[in-house]
């Protein structure tokens, strides 16, 4: 459930408001929006019937700080990850394009969004017009 319209512009403040009631119903709910780490989740849902909140997304914290994951990981499942800096980041993505190269299009995205990828250097093959690898 995301907590926002679609037409809302991104900086308008999320309504968490019928939360409680949503969750009254026997239905899995999966709450997206606004949630940059575990205890904005707890906040969110204090009033909430938690039976029914099954878990939280998180999007543009995850772009911004992909180590976000690793204090609920820790709360939520008992592992313990190391937090990495945003050069050992940037670095681990470089080295996972060169396993799975993704498209350019989303590099640049990537780099557009994520202060840790500013600087990534990710090679891209030389390809002719029909799209064929060139020498």
């Not at 009631?21 to 019937?49: H, Q």
């Not at 313990?80 to 945003?86: E, G, H, I, K, L």
Request: hydrophobic share 35%.
């Amino acid at each position: 459930m995301h907590f926002k319209h679609a037409r809302e512009p991104s900086y308008t403040p999320y309504d968490y408001s019928f939360l409680k009631r949503l969750s009254s119903y026997k239905i899995p709910i999966v709450i997206n929006g606004g949630i940059n780490n575990y205890n904005d989740f707890m906040r969110i849902t204090k009033d909430a019937n938690k039976i029914n909140v099954k878990g939280f997304m998180m999007a543009r914290e995850a772009l911004r700080n992909p180590d976000c994951f690793i204090e609920s990981s820790r709360i939520l499942n008992k592992m313990n990850f190391s937090y990495r800096n945003p050069e050992q980041i940037a670095r681990e993505f470089e080295a996972n394009c060169k396993i799975h190269l993704p498209k350019e299009g989303y590099v640049k995205t990537i780099q557009k969004y994520c202060p840790w990828a500013k600087d990534i250097r990710v090679e891209f093959p030389k390809v002719d017009k029909d799209g064929r690898a060139r020498q």
